[in-house]
């Protein structure tokens, strides 16, 4: 028995066809033609995992190979065929306008609405497009304008085209200038801190790069001693808390410093909160902005501490930090215009004694 007869057993006699002679499939595989092969091995379950990918499918030609593959004769085939092929007929494709396009129908004026045109509704419907523009900029009907309109009707220029569909355009890039490096010659100015120089009353190191650890230490004792310096701008020099731990001592003995800024360097929240405690100390500082440190969050205990500091301090008018809780926001804001408005009124005072 060959391993066919074999396989149709195992199938299962059920499916089998009684006149089927399973004993001689071999002889009746043998009277097959060719065609009836072809479809036969075709007739086969292509999911079988147990057959090979290349197996599962019958091979949909029999032409022959015509070669390698080649780029080159492949382009030269296919421009050979399109130029032996009819031209499409696009004349279907082309967009043709109706013959009879509709238009809307013409709803007769009542009375009252005769009554009501002016001589203005003739005019107005005669305007252009342009000049509708310039009347709802005239009028102040701002919504019916887009931002390029709007603002060229503020400026009094007229704009070509656009119409209220118009699009705002960005405005051309204007590169800013940069800004000259700062000379300031941070070894003649300690010189002069520490002489107590009379015509040194604003000292601005902001943007000095490289200035070292030491120097910088240097400035800061230099105002233990100093009485004439009022601003000290220090903003973006790499300051650490090393630095501005020795800031803080100084503040506690300067009398005469009414402005400081150390915005964009490296300082603490926890230092922070000890130069606002030597601020408080003579209440000499009017102006303290310390914004942009890394790290830039303070949290919730130092800003409560800040909140307290402030509220006891009646001098100072401008505090510049960067808060997180919206109540610490809230506080030394009415705190600080609260300071404004006692200066405000003294000011008024000292004016009508005078």
Excluded at 72 to 88: C, H, R, T
Excluded at 259 to 275: A, C, R
């Amino acid at each position: 028995m060959t391993d066919s007869a074999e396989f149709v057993k195992m199938a299962g006699k059920k499916n089998v066809d009684p006149d089927l002679d399973l004993e001689n499939l071999d002889d009746l595989l043998a009277q097959l033609t060719a065609a009836e092969i072809d479809e036969l091995n075709g007739d086969f379950d292509p999911d079988n995992s147990f057959l090979p990918p290349s197996e599962r499918m019958k091979p949909q030609t029999t032409k022959d190979p015509t070669g390698p593959f080649s780029r080159k004769k492949l382009l030269a085939f296919l421009e050979k065929k399109a130029k032996e092929e009819k031209d499409w007929d696009i004349t279907q494709y082309i967009k043709k306008a109706p013959v009879n396009p509709w238009k809307p129908k013409e709803v007769p004026k009542t009375q009252a609405e005769r009554d009501m045109d002016t001589e203005w509704d003739e005019i107005l419907q005669q305007a252009t497009e342009d000049e509708l523009v310039d009347l709802a900029a005239v009028l102040g009907f701002h919504g019916m304008l887009n931002q390029t309109q709007f603002y060229a009707s503020e400026n009094n220029e007229r704009l070509e085209g656009g119409g209220f569909s118009g699009v705002a355009k960005s405005e051309p890039l204007k590169a800013a200038p940069i800004a000259p490096p700062n000379t300031t010659d941070v070894e003649d100015s300690i010189k002069r801190i520490n002489s107590n120089d009379s015509t040194l009353k604003h000292l601005n190191l902001n943007n000095i790069k490289n200035i070292s650890f030491e120097r910088l230490e240097a400035v800061c004792d230099g105002l233990k001693s100093n009485t004439q310096l009022e601003v000290l701008e220090m903003a973006s020099v790499a300051m650490t808390d090393r630095v501005a731990k020795r800031l803080a001592e100084a503040l506690k003995v300067n009398k005469s410093l009414q402005s400081l800024n150390i915005e964009s360097n490296f300082v603490t929240g926890d230092i922070i909160v000890e130069i606002l405690k030597s601020i408080n100390v003579h209440k000499t500082v009017t102006e303290f902005r310390a914004a942009n440190q890394k790290p830039e969050a303070l949290g919730n205990k130092v800003e409560t501490k800040i909140i307290r500091l402030v509220q006891e301090n009646d001098k100072l008018m401008k505090l510049g930090l960067a808060f997180e809780f919206s109540e610490t926001r809230v506080k030394v804001t009415e705190k600080l215009q609260d300071n404004y408005d006692q200066f405000r009124k003294k000011r008024v005072a000292d004016k009508g004694q005078a």
